[in-house]
């Protein structure tokens, strides 16, 4: 396996599930990101986790829930959705500390609520 | 302000050049990015410039600055059906790297 991967690609949930997203980075970064990508929107930098630890929450509802284990696993836990987050959830990783950061993505998962 | 903007569309015919424009906002971006994204899937890292440099060419793909402007381009030469698809840019800025901001995509059609 290489880069970053997700799963699943897919998630069909209803307002009152609990889902996880799952991401794996397979690059040996040290930095991990959730972006949320909505149809005519930018692109939404939802989570930033450097070395572990959370630096960056970009006012996301606490419906929204990331958890980093280790600098190659990246979760976010999902729980009383609304059908306005639906959307593609992009995962991304890079290696921080150097002058060139470029973000390497994931295939997202494409969420939908019902 | 932090906006990146770009245009929304482009149409070309098979064969022709396509160039895709960027404007930016702050003074102090350092890298400068284009993103590909095909339907389907996420964003794949086509190319980068730093901001000192004025030109980067790799193999079909020229990239412009002109940081006067702040302006970015992206030119493709001899467009192919393959290469319709979302383009992004996105800049780093000074002390922030890997947090990018991104414009909202400019969608590429090639017409056979």
């Known amino acids: 396996e290489t880069g970053v991967t997700q799963t699943p690609r897919h998630l069909v949930m209803g307002m009152t599930n609990k889902k996880s997203l799952k991401c794996e980075q397979h690059?040996?970064?040290?930095?991990m990101y959730w972006y949320k990508q909505s149809a005519k929107k930018p692109l939404e930098l939802m989570f930033v986790?450097?070395?572990?630890?959370?630096?960056e929450n970009n006012s996301v509802p606490s419906r929204f829930s990331p958890e980093c284990p280790n600098s190659s696993h990246l979760f976010l836990h999902l729980h009383t959705l609304q059908p306005e987050d639906s959307a593609l959830y992009l995962c991304?990783?890079?290696?921080?500390?150097?002058?060139?950061?470029?973000?390497?993505f994931g295939n997202g998962t494409r969420l939908t609520v019902t | 302000g932090e906006d990146v903007e770009q245009s929304l569309f482009l149409s070309v015919r098979e064969g022709d050049s396509s160039v895709i424009n960027c404007t930016y906002t702050?003074?102090?971006?350092?890298?400068l990015y284009w993103y590909k994204q095909e339907p389907g899937a996420g964003l794949q890292l086509l190319t980068y410039?730093?901001?000192?440099?004025d030109m980067k060419q790799d193999q079909r793909l020229t990239v412009l600055l002109n940081k006067k402007d702040k302006h970015l381009s992206l030119r493709i030469a001899d467009t192919q059906t393959g290469d319709s698809a979302i383009y992004f840019c996105?800049?780093?800025?000074?002390?922030?790297?890997?947090?990018?901001?991104f414009g909202q995509g400019t969608t590429l059609q090639v017409k056979p």
């Open positions: 702050d003074s102090s971006s350092t890298y």
């Open positions: 690059l040996g970064h040290n930095a």
């Open positions: 991304a990783s890079s290696q921080e500390g150097g002058r060139n950061s470029p973000l390497h």
């Open positions: 996105a800049e780093s800025r000074s002390g922030n790297t890997g947090k990018l901001i």
């Open positions: 410039i730093f901001s000192n440099m």
């Open positions: 986790y450097s070395l572990e630890e959370r630096v």
